[in-house]
């Protein structure tokens, strides 16, 4: 069996306890959590004030004592400036797991680690989380494995679980956040002088940027602490020759990709080893936050391990593929695979092949045939074959595509790798896009078509789709977060191989303006073919405004209110129409001392006057807010 890696895994043994010893422990409350391999804390945002805080603690399933289980963990928020407490929590334990391998064959049995997670909900109140400085979670245990190799005094030496978080609001406005999420360790081990990897990469819900170094793990009392105490935390001490920026033997020694969070280390040295990790969270340019995590790494000295070997053939070519030579041309009728051999010179060897694009995205090229098999076993062949076929879509545009072709073993501890890289350029069949056209106003290219239609009038557009290459077309109509027959709206297609036509349309209704100031409509023309094109979108804003006037708003200026039938009172018949919510709500008309004299809610209002000649002023709303002013004046 094969394989190069390095597990992380714990060491130390209890060895046999003295029965008196034994006796005085049973007397002793428990006060060490030995033996702890590492952990790290989370904190996820739920909804208004409520987050989630977790704790995971990796837990030696073997040496440690199951007495040492704790059912609750203490922790504890202090802010980063100035260490103020802002509150004591108690995690209880909510799950208990192992940690997997990467390779279940090569379980150790000396070799066992416990996942165990403490969690709860917790409020961070916005008018407390405010500090610009930020915030800090911390949490103590005791004890770590006796017997870790590069560091003093492990057993006495617990750990510190730690993370940094912002304030929850940032200029008066709700700052959400949601720490990164290591991805979970497994229970894997090194072998001495072998190369070592592990993706230790997180997961960011905001989006945000994660950045990764080295850091030197944290330590925490001894015994059981009342309270979790303030920082600065205290750090191991590195064994001689040994510092953060090398914290286990090796060459190279441990090390993790600043921007991918893949950990390497090919270790020199068999034994147990500590190590930590930060993950720093950037948002726009500025550190928000960091998670810490600390785990151990077991070397031990393995069977010797070969790696496979591949090999990809091209066309009928019976030479080899020479990478960093040759390039592959895919093209419309040429075959798009590539057959690929592979082998390993070690006996009772299952081989994996894969494929893995490094430098384009889309459609993966398939694995066709044995992707996996067995060689250099009893009724085995020694090499195996396959065929890697490429979708006659890609398009490389010209550029120069690379495709790793992986083959991995079944080693332990973890698998050796043999890549082929594999240059290529793509051209799919030739496939004009189609082409989509409307009535519908003409637009700005960035932005949206606007449609304003009022209430009550019929609005009607055509659309129509063409596509040169004859192929089956298909026109639709989305709504964006809205029914279309709720609004008033309706489509009709009719679609066929190279052209397909629509027609809309809307009868605007106050029910169409109670959905939304704007209802969006997502026109889109799709093409049936081998290799499509992406579909041709149109958006457009549709508006309810307003009826139409069928009378000017011209308010009369002179009454003369003297009982002869004529221009007696102060009227205005031709007010804007009520219509949805945007309905005449009153007038109001003043002296020119701006003293009121009138006022009526009706729109068949009638003013004589005031019984006095002269200039008064009118202020006439509607439910929507809008308004008029205007003058009139009384001659007696």
């Avoid at 391998?101 to 066992?112: E, G, I, K, M």
């Avoid at 949490?139 to 005094?153: D, K, M, P, Q, V």
């Amino acid at each position: 069996m094969k394989m190069v890696g390095v597990k992380l895994l714990l060491a130390g043994r209890w060895r046999p306890l003295l029965v008196l010893l034994g006796v005085w422990l049973l007397l002793v409350p428990a006060t060490r959590a030995t033996h702890i391999v590492g952990g790290e804390m989370e904190l996820q945002y739920k909804s208004g004030s409520t987050y989630t805080l977790v704790l995971n603690l990796y837990f030696d399933a073997i040496n440690g004592s199951p007495n040492a289980l704790d059912q609750q963990i203490r922790a504890a928020i202090f802010a980063k400036a100035t260490n103020q407490r802002m509150q004591d929590l108690l995690l209880p334990l909510v799950s208990n797991t192992f940690v997997n391998y990467t390779n279940p064959a090569c379980t150790q049995p000396s070799l066992s680690t416990r996942k165990l997670v403490y969690s709860r909900d917790i409020t961070l109140d916005a008018s407390q989380y405010t500090a610009a400085g930020g915030y800090y979670a911390a949490a103590e245990r005791c004890c770590r494995n006796n017997g870790i190799s590069n560091i003093t005094n492990s057993l006495t030496s617990g750990q510190t679980f730690y993370l940094e978080f912002p304030a929850v609001v940032r200029n008066g406005q709700p700052f959400r956040d949601s720490t990164p999420r290591i991805f979970p360790p497994l229970g894997d081990y090194a072998c001495v002088n072998e190369l070592f990897y592990y993706d230790f990469g997180g997961q960011d819900s905001d989006g945000d940027s994660l950045a990764y170094s080295m850091i030197t793990p944290l330590t925490a009392p001894q015994g059981t602490q009342a309270i979790t105490q303030a920082g600065p935390y205290g750090q191991v001490n590195w064994a001689a020759g040994l510092s953060e920026q090398q914290q286990i033997p090796g060459a190279p020694t441990i090390g993790i990709n600043a921007r991918t969070g893949r950990l390497t280390v090919r270790p020199s040295r068999v034994g147990l080893f500590v190590f930590g990790i930060r993950c720093e969270e950037y948002r726009r340019g500025e550190k928000i936050g960091e998670t810490r995590r600390d785990f151990q790494l077991f070397v031990l000295s393995c069977t010797p391990n070969t790696a496979p070997s591949a090999q990809v053939y091209t066309g009928s070519n019976s030479r080899a593929y020479r990478p960093g030579l040759d390039t592959l041309r895919i093209a419309p009728g040429q075959n798009p695979c590539v057959r690929v051999r592979f082998t390993d010179t070690d006996p009772t060897s299952r081989l994996t092949l894969s494929v893995r694009p490094v430098n384009f995205s889309g459609p993966v090229p398939t694995v066709v045939g044995t992707a996996t098999g067995l060689v250099r076993a009893a009724g085995s062949a020694d090499t195996l074959q396959a065929t890697v076929c490429f979708s006659p879509c890609l398009n490389s545009n010209g550029q120069v595509w690379l495709l790793d072709v992986l083959v991995a073993d079944n080693g332990c501890s973890l698998p050796k790798l043999d890549t082929v890289r594999l240059a290529f350029t793509a051209r799919p069949a030739p496939n004009a896009a189609p082409t989509l056209t409307a009535t519908f106003p003409a637009a700005d290219p960035a932005a949206a078509v606007l449609v304003k239609v009022p209430l009550g009038s019929l609005y009607t557009a055509q659309l129509l789709g063409a596509d040169s290459d004859r192929n089956p077309l298909v026109l639709s109509a989305t709504p964006q977060s809205f029914d279309l027959a709720a609004a008033g709206m309706e489509f009709n297609a009719q679609n066929g191989a190279g052209q397909a036509t629509g027609t809309f349309r809307w009868l605007p209704t106050c029910e169409a303006a109670q959905l939304g100031d704007e209802l969006t409509v997502q026109f889109q023309l799709q093409e049936t073919a081998d290799c499509p094109t992406a579909p041709r979108l149109l958006p457009v804003r549709f508006v309810v405004g307003p009826p139409v006037d069928t009378v000017a708003f011209s308010p009369p200026n002179i009454i003369t209110p003297n009982s002869d039938g004529k221009n007696d009172a102060f009227t205005i018949p031709s007010l804007p129409p009520d219509y949805c919510d945007a309905r005449f709500a009153g007038i109001k008309i003043y002296s020119r001392w701006g003293r009121e004299v009138f006022q009526s809610s009706e729109r068949t209002f009638r003013w004589g006057g005031a019984g006095a000649a002269g200039t008064y002023y009118y202020l006439i709303t509607f439910s929507n807010g809008r308004r008029y002013k205007g003058w009139v004046e009384v001659i007696q």
